[in-house]
Each structure stands twice: as C-alpha cells, then as structure tokens.
C-alpha cells in the first residue's frame, strides 16, 4: 500500500483551501491502491488556514526542539504539526504503508526543499516535519517531482 498526500490526490486540504492533483495518484486512491493523509488537517489545523512555514532549521530540527513551525502571523503551529505528524504515521501504519509521494516544499510534507521561514519565497534544503518523522521512523519518501519513480519502485522495476 502506498501513502498519498491527500492534496496529490485532489483533496482540497492545502493551506490556501485547494489541491495539487494528480489523476494518476487520485485513481490510484480510486483503486484502493493508495490511502491519503494531511498531517496538518490531522493536527487539528482547518482549511483554508494561514501559510507557516519552518524558523530555525527543518522537520528534523523540529523533533529535536531546535526550530518551530509559525504562520505568517506569528502563531506558533510547532505542537499542531508534530500532532498531525504523528497521526498520520498511525493512519500510515494501520494500512502497512512503507512508501509515500508527498508534497513538495510543504512545511509538512517536503521532502528535499522547504520555505526558509521568512516568508519570502526564498526556499532552502531540508525536509517537512511529517516528512522527519517518517524517515525516523523509515518510510521511504517520494514528491510529486519524483512519483513516477515510486510507481516503477513498488512495481519492482
């Protein structure tokens, strides 16, 4: 079973109340091939909901109590994604997922590049906080930049 961020699969659950679809990744979730999650509906956060990004570091630093997850206001959203982290690794593990394709620069999800936390646009090397806690826990990641090269993987390619 394969692990989707539920905006790759045309969820409206991003930050900004829209998706990222892929029909690919949708029909695989279709074919019951796939399950979904949003760590940071999971964390409790709503949708549509204010941009945050990491300050200090990356997910790893985060788990490690070096960097926090604040929004464009200031709101400290550290707690809320580690929470939503967490559950979704739950979700993840009930369904025996030990592979996703996750979203790109999400200060959750990332996988290679995230936003430096300045709100800028401005993005730097790292991962999400879901994505940290994922690799600790060694589940292999993908983005929607490289999903094709998942696919073939699973597929034994």
């Given at each position: 079973m394969l692990g989707i961020s539920a905006c790759l699969a045309g969820v409206c659950c991003r930050y900004d109340?829209?998706?990222?679809?892929?029909?690919a990744l949708e029909q695989l979730v279709a074919d019951q091939k796939a399950v979904i999650v949003c760590p940071?509906?999971?964390g409790g956060l709503p949708t549509p909901r204010t941009p945050a990004e990491i300050v200090g570091g990356d997910g790893f630093a985060?788990?490690?109590g070096r960097a926090r997850v604040v929004d464009q206001t200031g709101c400290d959203v550290t707690?809320?994604?580690q929470q939503g982290a967490k559950r979704a690794y739950e979700k993840l593990q009930a369904?025996?997922?030990t592979t996703l394709i996750l979203?790109?620069?999400s200060p959750s999800c990332g996988s290679r590049l995230i936003y430096d936390g300045t709100f800028s646009g401005v993005k730097v090397n790292g991962v999400g906080v879901a994505t940290a806690y994922f690799k600790n826990h060694g589940l292999t990641i993908y983005s929607e930049?490289?999903?094709q090269k998942a696919l073939r993987e699973l597929d034994g390619d």
């Amino acid at each position: 079973m394969l692990g989707i961020s539920a905006c790759l699969a045309g969820v409206c659950c991003r930050y900004d109340g829209q998706a990222n679809e892929i029909s690919a990744l949708e029909q695989l979730v279709a074919d019951q091939k796939a399950v979904i999650v949003c760590p940071e509906v999971l964390g409790g956060l709503p949708t549509p909901r204010t941009p945050a990004e990491i300050v200090g570091g990356d997910g790893f630093a985060v788990w490690e109590g070096r960097a926090r997850v604040v929004d464009q206001t200031g709101c400290d959203v550290t707690l809320a994604f580690q929470q939503g982290a967490k559950r979704a690794y739950e979700k993840l593990q009930a369904a025996q997922v030990t592979t996703l394709i996750l979203k790109a620069k999400s200060p959750s999800c990332g996988s290679r590049l995230i936003y430096d936390g300045t709100f800028s646009g401005v993005k730097v090397n790292g991962v999400g906080v879901a994505t940290a806690y994922f690799k600790n826990h060694g589940l292999t990641i993908y983005s929607e930049e490289n999903w094709q090269k998942a696919l073939r993987e699973l597929d034994g390619d």
